[in-house]
C-alpha cells in the first residue's frame, strides 16, 4: 500500500507523514504508481483527499480516504 498525500509540493515541504509519497491533487493524471495497489490518501483538511479518492477510483485505483492532517499528532518529517 501507498500512503499518499495529495497537498502542494510547498505544503509536503513544510512537514508530512512519515513513509508518504506526494502526488498535488492537480497532478493525479500523473501517478506513477500500479492500479493494484491500495492507496490511503490524505490532505491538509479532507476536502482535496475526498476529491483525490474520487478521481482515483474512476481511473481504476483501490483509494480510501483517511482525511486531513489537521487531526495527526504523530510525527512528521
Known amino acids: 500500500s501507498v500512503l499518499l498525500d495529495v497537498r502542494t509540493a510547498a505544503e509536503y515541504a513544510g512537514g508530512h507523514i512519515p513513509g508518504s509519497t506526494n502526488l498535488p491533487l492537480a497532478r493525479l493524471d500523473e501517478i506513477p504508481i500500479e492500479k493494484k495497489t491500495p492507496l490511503f490518501v490524505y490532505c ?3 476536502m482535496r483527499s475526498r476529491a483525490a479518492c474520487a478521481q482515483l477510483r474512476k ?18 518529517e
Do not use: K
Not at 59 to 72: K, W
Open 44 to 46: 491538509q483538511s479532507g
Open 59 to 76: 481511473m481504476g485505483y483501490e483509494a480510501t480516504d483517511i482525511g486531513g492532517m489537521a487531526g495527526y499528532r504523530g510525527r512528521l
